[in-house]
Nanobody
Framework: QVQLVESGGGLVQAGGSLRLSCAAS????????MGWFRQAPGKEREFVAV????????YYADSVKGRFTISRDNAKNTVYLQMNSLKPEDTAVYYC????????????????????WGQGTQVTVSS
């Protein structure tokens, strides 16, 4: 079992920055592709970014590419999402998720793939 705990959400003005953290339990953090998703009111949960078991392998949704950066620290069992140049449309509940995969799996871009989820943290961007 994996427990994920997110932190770092809050209220920020458009153009500002926020850094989300997700701490995972256990000693097998490196066996997971780690993703961030978000869900705005009335919308489906959407993919934001993934950091794969090889930390150099990342992928971003077009809507956040160039503004958000995902990273991971396997020694700390933590994945981060640095969000810069925030826009009101970034407002959502952000979820951390873990996908147990074989090495070099290049997917983990869909909600249905993930095995464990955090509780979510609210990010609100005001104009």
């Amino acid at each position: 079992q994996v427990q994920l705990v997110e932190s770092g959400g809050g209220l920020v003005q458009a153009g500002g920055s926020l850094r989300l953290s997700c701490a995972a339990s256990g000693r097998s953090f490196s066996n997971y592709n780690m993703g961030w998703f978000r869900q705005a009111p009335g919308k489906e949960r959407e993919f934001v970014a993934v950091s794969r078991r090889s930390a150099s392998s990342t992928y971003y949704a077009d809507s956040v590419k160039g503004r958000f950066t995902i990273s991971r620290d396997n020694a700390k069992n933590t994945v981060y999402l640095q969000m810069n140049s925030l826009k009101p449309e970034d407002t959502a509940v952000y979820y951390c998720a873990a996908d147990e995969v074989q090495p070099n799996y290049s997917g983990s871009r869909f909600t249905s793939e993930y095995d464990y989820w955090g509780q979510g943290t609210q990010v609100t961007v005001s104009s």
